[in-house]
């Protein structure tokens, strides 16, 4: 498992949903990719799109903050799951979240602590 960092903005609103006793909330990041050409960048045609799970309650917490189109920047371990047999087997790259927040070289945010009966530990 690889630990990435993705700098993009999100494609669309969180989902959150009930995986056994625990909520995951997913989301998927467009990441505007490109190459140098002669010094200077030039963007591929089409974004790459990240398939991004948070779990418990960082997925909560994402959920109620992020929103289409935020710039976010997004720290997890990416690992590989797939489904299906045979000839049918699908696969798909998944950031399972670690940090993830509004990249605030693109956006304004205002800042509180999330309360927990934990005191977050």
Do not use: C
């Not at 998927?28 to 790459?48: C, H, I, L, M």
């Not at 927040?101 to 530990?121: F, I, M, T």
Request: charged share 30%.
């Amino acid at each position: 498992m690889a630990t990435r960092s993705i700098l993009g903005d999100l494609a669309e609103d969180p989902t959150t949903a009930q995986a056994g006793k625990a909520t995951v909330t997913r989301i998927t990041v467009r990441e505007n990719t490109g190459r140098y050409v002669r010094g200077e960048f030039v963007k591929d045609d089409t974004p790459t799109r990240h398939n991004v799970e948070a779990w418990f309650d960082l997925g909560d917490d994402a959920a109620a903050t992020l929103r289409s189109g935020m710039p976010v920047i997004v720290v997890g371990d990416e690992h590989t799951e797939s489904w299906g047999e045979g000839n049918e087997r699908q696969f798909r790259r998944v950031l399972r979240v670690l940090s993830i927040g509004p990249d605030l070289r693109y956006a304004v945010a205002q800042v509180r602590k999330a309360e927990r009966e934990d005191n977050g530990q």
